[in-house]
Structure formats: C-alpha cells, structure tokens
C-alpha cells in the first residue's frame, strides 16, 4: 500500500546490512558460517540474546557464546501490510535454548503462521553485510 | 521528598495547526511556548526551568533555549523517553521546583513530520549506533507492526478481539466531532474500523493514530507562582516513570510499563484508579490504550477489551471517559509524539474548558499516562495525576 507523494518503490525489501563493531563481530563471523550464537552467563546460567560481552542479568562478563540450534517456536507476529515491497512478517520466536528473539518469517504461508507454530532458522544475504538470521515455519 | 502539592501546571496550548509546511520545527517549539506563557499569564523572562526531548532540534535544550531567548534558565532537562517525554517532563519539573531548583518551566514539543517527512523528530540519527541496531533494523519493524505483535499476543493469551479494539477509535472520534481543529473529525462506527485496510496483523488503518505536524507546550510553578495568577489551579498530585524493554530475551508482550509507573505515581497521589475522573491514555494506536488500562489497574489484565466495548471509554456514555480532545487517533499526534497532549487536555479537563458537549462533569482528579518508544521492544513509560484545586 503506498501513500501519494511516497516515492516509487524498489521491487524486493532490502535487508539492511547490520553494524558490526568489536563486541559484535564474533555473532556476524558465525553468521557467516551459518552458526546463530547466543550468550551463556557461566555465573548465574542464564541465555541471553542479542549477545554481548556480559550477563544482562547478573552482569557478570563470564559469559560464553554457542551455537543456537535453529529450533524455535513462535511467541507472537504481524504480517506487515503497509510495505512498498509487499508483505512480510516481523516476530519474535522463541529458541529452544530459551530466549526470545526479533526476526522475520520467511518462505513460508502467511495463513499457517500461528503462536506456538514450530519454525527453523535460515539465513538471508543482507544488503552488502553479513547475512541475518531468519526463521521459516519448520 | 514526595512531589505531591509542590508544584502546579499554569499552562497548557495546543498548536492549532496539523499542517505547517511554512513553519520551521524550532519556530513551532516557540509558537507552543508563547502559548503556554500567554495562558498562564507569564512572561518568557519568568522562565527559568527549560525542559525538551529528541523532536526539539539541535544541542538538546541549548539550542532551543537560545534560539528563543531564555535568559534566566538555572534548570534544564532534555530527558527522552520518545512521546511519553513530555508527561515525564511535568514530574521531573514538579521535582525541580519540589528542590527549588526552578518556579516556572517551559516544556515544549514540536514538529513536522505531515509535511517533512522523514525524521520530523529524531534528532541526531542515533538510532542505528544503538547496541540493540543490528540485530533489529534487518527486520523491519516500525511502530505499526511491533505495537501489532503485542495485539497478537494479547489477542492469544487473553480472547482480545479486534472488535473491542475497534471501541477504542469509535470512542475517540465521538469526542473528535466536537474539537475544530481535530484531524479526523468524522465518528466512526466498529465496522468501519475492522474494514478498513490492514496494515499490520490485527491492526487495521483506523486503529493508528493520525500523522501531524504542530506541537504543545506547558507551563509548570511552583505553589508561589501559580497563587498570584488567574488560572484554575492544577495541582501535580504524583508522577512515575519507567523503561521496559527486551530483557535479554526474556521481553514479555503481554504488558507495558505502566505496570509499573502506574502504581509510583498512585502511590505518591494517595488515589486508586477508581478515583479518576477522566484519563488521557497514550492512544498511538488502539492496543496501546487497552494495555495500559489494564496495567494502569483500571480493570483486571486481559479484561481490558470488556472495558473497552460498548462506549465505556465516551464522555457522558461511559464509566471512564478518555481522550475527550480526539486524542492520537483522532484529532493530533504533533510529530509522532503524543505525551504532551495528553496533559493538555487532562488540564483542560480539570479546568472545566474542555468542550461542553466532552466536559467531564465535577472534573477535579485525572491522570495522564504515555507510552514512548515501542511497545514491542523498549518503551519509556510516564504517569501523571492530577487535581483540581
Ligand atoms: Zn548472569
């Protein structure tokens, strides 16, 4: 849906390239290796996402990083319909490891996704960055 | 030190305009100003606690402060919490003056975003350096679709339908007919709203606010001050404020912050929400208002589409009468930020100038409460109660 006065659209939505600084680097290198990594507290054992270099909830810097293993369910989504490019759908879904993560809902049927729907990671090139993690209904 | 009776806001204007392509946003901060001073029956030159958020444009409030010649400023404060700025800003000012550090303060917003687009209030593009940037902006997420996803949830936890978020709108625009200068001025029925275009699962075209330019200002004293004007007295009774966000990946979507600003400023009030007489809730969109309600304690959590349906929410209809000026959805979103607002016409309110046919009868307790940011990801949330005098 477009507004009078809105500039003509480009065809496919671009994924904007993500920043990657020093703290970061790491997550975007794994990505490249199609790896999603999320953060492990070694003090207090708790999961976190986005990761950083400390425990958001014990702020501990005895964290690790590992590998996600793509498993997810659905928390909660909207089809975006207001989109120069045509509709997608943003979400959170929540990992098998435990965190709930901001994403898109990809390749697949906007009827099917539901709550509580299984989905599975996949990887998208971005435009001129790392590729980001995506999820599909699995 | 409780801010309860320490200070009392004199001033409130609304910039009448929704349209302003031949007005800069600096000369719209300084229309709203004027306004405020000339309401309270001050001068600039009696101002000496200025207070702005991201949409004033330039240093935070240095170049505004300037620009407008506020030469006796020994306060200032350029907290940002998004549109909920401006409600936080009446109880970081009632502190200031609780703690003398000023009598007479300025809070300005302003901005263009109808007729400048984009960016009417964001001021330095900091967004994408945000540690939060990269692992979000790839998503495409804006405020409608993030607002939606709580929509969704709320809709699955709780049975919420969007037929009862649809009450919300159709509230707004009964109030909305009778204000001039409201954007959108026509009532609408349930139906209307639930047919008009999706933009964002479940949220439909008339379940956003309006997009406009203009802005508002207030004027907050001290208990000195406010004596020797002819204004009705509106008397700060208690304030609170808090940030929510994704907590690492545990963000819960379920409820805002109002959980937990609500409860501060009843607490410091010494008033239950059963009290209120009239209530400005942050309306950016219809969900927007159901979960703060519920979170504000005007109803149980996950009742709030009860609460909502059947013209609870209309003046001289239901039990709490909101947004009687049209609010976000209806009638003005200067900038994309409706805090400010909100105060206005929960002031107009209690002074008993609201429009006769929206007037709250006996108007003498009120609360104005917002929500900035995103409610889908991080939020600044402010709650604000207030008394007639
Ligand atoms: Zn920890």
């Known amino acids: 849906m477009s507004e009078p006065g809105e500039k003509k659209a480009p065809a496919v939505r671009k994924i904007f390239p993500p920043a990657v600084n020093t703290e970061t680097e790491r997550f975007w290198k794994a990505a490249e290796e199609g790896k999603l990594l999320y953060g492990y507290c070694l003090a207090c054992n708790e999961p976190h996402y986005y990761p950083r270099s400390f425990c958001p909830f014990c702020f501990s810097e005895r964290v690790e990083w590992r590998q996600a293993s793509g498993d997810a369910t659905v928390y909660a989504y909207s089809i975006m319909y207001r989109s120069p490019t045509g509709p997608y759908t943003i979400a959170y879904v929540e990992l098998a490891e435990g965190p709930r993560i901001l994403t898109n809902l990809v390749d697949c049927d906007f009827e099917k996704i539901a709550i509580d729907a299984a989905a599975k990671l996949v990887w998208k090139p971005s435009d001129g960055g790392a590729p980001v993690p995506f999820f599909t209904l699995a | 030190m409780s801010i309860k009776g320490k200070?009392?806001?004199?001033?409130?204007?609304?910039?009448?305009?929704?349209?302003?392509?031949?007005?800069?946003?600096?000369?719209?901060?300084?229309?709203?100003?004027?306004?405020?001073?000339?309401?309270?029956?001050?001068?600039?030159?009696?101002?000496?606690?200025?207070?702005?958020?991201?949409?004033?444009?330039?240093?935070?409030?240095?170049?505004?402060?300037?620009?407008?010649?506020?030469?006796?400023?020994?306060?200032?404060?350029?907290?940002?919490?998004?549109?909920?700025?401006?409600?936080?800003?009446?109880?970081h000012a009632a502190e200031a003056i609780a703690a003398g550090k000023c009598s007479v303060a300025l809070i300005t917003l302003a901005g263009k975003p109808r007729t400048s687009p984009p960016g009417g209030g964001r001021g330095g593009g900091g967004f994408a350096a945000a540690p939060e940037a990269a692992f979000e902006m790839p998503y495409g997420g804006t405020t409608h679709n993030q607002y939606a996803m709580c929509a969704t949830r709320h809709m699955h936890e709780f049975g919420t339908t969007s037929e009862q978020l649809a009450w919300i709108k159709v509230a707004a625009s009964h109030h909305a007919q009778w204000n001039p200068h409201a954007f959108l001025k026509e009532v609408v029925t349930v139906d209307d709203v639930v047919n008009s275009p999706m933009i964002a699962t479940p949220l439909h075209r008339l379940d956003c606010c309006v997009v406009t330019d203009g802005g508002g200002a207030l004027i907050v004293t001290s208990p000195e001050v406010a004596k020797q004007l002819d204004r009705p007295k509106v008397k700060v009774l208690g304030a609170g404020e808090a940030p929510k966000g994704t907590y690492g990946g545990k963000v819960d979507l379920t409820f805002t912050g109002a959980a937990w600003s609500g409860p501060k400023a009843f607490a410091e009030a010494g008033v239950k929400p059963s009290d209120i007489k009239y209530a400005s809730i942050y309306d950016?969109?219809?969900?927007?208002?159901?979960?703060?309600?519920?979170?504000?304690?005007?109803?149980?959590?996950?009742?709030?589409?009860?609460?909502?349906?059947?013209?609870?929410?209309?003046?001289?209809?239901?039990?709490?009468?909101?947004?009687?000026?049209?609010?976000?959805?209806?009638?003005?979103?200067?900038?994309?930020?409706?805090?400010?607002?909100?105060?206005?016409?929960?002031?107009?309110?209690?002074?008993?100038?609201?429009?006769?046919?929206?007037?709250?009868?006996?108007?003498?307790?009120?609360?104005?409460?917002?929500?900035?940011?995103?409610?889908?990801?991080?939020?600044?949330?402010?709650?604000?109660?207030?008394?007639?005098?």
């Not at chain 2, 004033?56 to 409030?61: E, S, V, Y």
């Not at chain 2, 703060?292 to 003046?315: M, T, Y």
């Not at chain 2, 003005?332 to 002031?347: C, D, F, L, S």
């Open chain 2, 7 to 91: 200070a009392y806001v004199m001033g409130a204007f609304e910039h009448p305009t929704r349209e302003a392509p031949d007005k800069s946003v600096a000369q719209l901060h300084a229309e709203c100003a004027r306004g405020a001073l000339a309401d309270a029956g001050l001068n600039k030159d009696d101002i000496d606690g200025y207070f702005c958020a991201g949409d004033a444009p330039g240093f935070g409030a240095l170049s505004m402060a300037d620009y407008m010649g506020l030469r006796n400023l020994r306060h200032m404060d350029s907290t940002e919490t998004g549109g909920s700025s401006y409600i936080l800003h009446v109880g």
């Open chain 2, 284 to 389: 950016s969109f219809t969900i927007t208002v159901l979960m703060q309600l519920e979170d504000l304690g005007f109803c149980e959590k996950g009742r709030g589409g009860r609460f909502v349906a059947d013209g609870n929410l209309i003046s001289g209809v239901g039990k709490l009468p909101f947004n009687t000026d049209g609010g976000g959805l209806c009638n003005n979103h200067p900038t994309n930020r409706g805090g400010i607002t909100k105060v206005i016409e929960a002031v107009r309110q209690l002074r008993g100038e609201a429009h006769p046919k929206v007037q709250v009868p006996s108007c003498d307790l009120a609360i104005a409460h917002g929500t900035g940011g995103s409610l889908g990801t991080r939020h600044g949330s402010a709650t604000l109660i207030m008394e007639r005098e």
